[in-house]
Nanobody, 122 residues
């Protein structure tokens, strides 16, 4: 199993910055890709950024040029640097790990953190 613990959320004014962290523990050798998703009230959870073990990153157009995902393999931690924040970035941000694990006789393909609130005031 994998445990993901996010930190770094909070309240920031529009135009400000925040850095989220996600520390992974457990069977981390099974992780292929890690990512960040956000979910605003009444909306579906959507991708914010992802990074593969090889370092390839993916961003939706809504955050390109503003958000940067990175990973510190020595610390088993993934970061999301968020700059030029907008009120519409307000959401709960979740860390995600994708891979393959055998758990209690069944394959498990993804784990989620508990989420961290990001609020951007106008």
């Amino acid at each position: 199993q994998v445990q993901l613990v996010e930190s770094g959320g909070g309240l920031v004014q529009a135009g400000g910055s925040l850095r989220l962290s996600c520390a992974a523990t457990g069977s981390i050798s099974g992780i292929n890709t890690m990512g960040w998703y956000c979910q605003a009230p009444g909306k579906q959870r959507e991708l914010v950024a992802m990074i593969t073990n090889g370092g390839t990153t993916t961003y939706p157009d809504s955050v390109k040029g503003r958000f940067t995902i990175s990973r510190d393999n020595a610390k088993n931690t993934v970061y999301l640097q968020m700059n030029s924040l907008k009120p519409e970035d307000t959401a709960v941000y979740y860390c995600n790990a994708v891979g393959r694990w055998m758990v209690n006789g069944k394959w498990q393909y993804a784990y989620w953190g508990q989420g961290t609130q990001v609020t951007v005031s106008s």
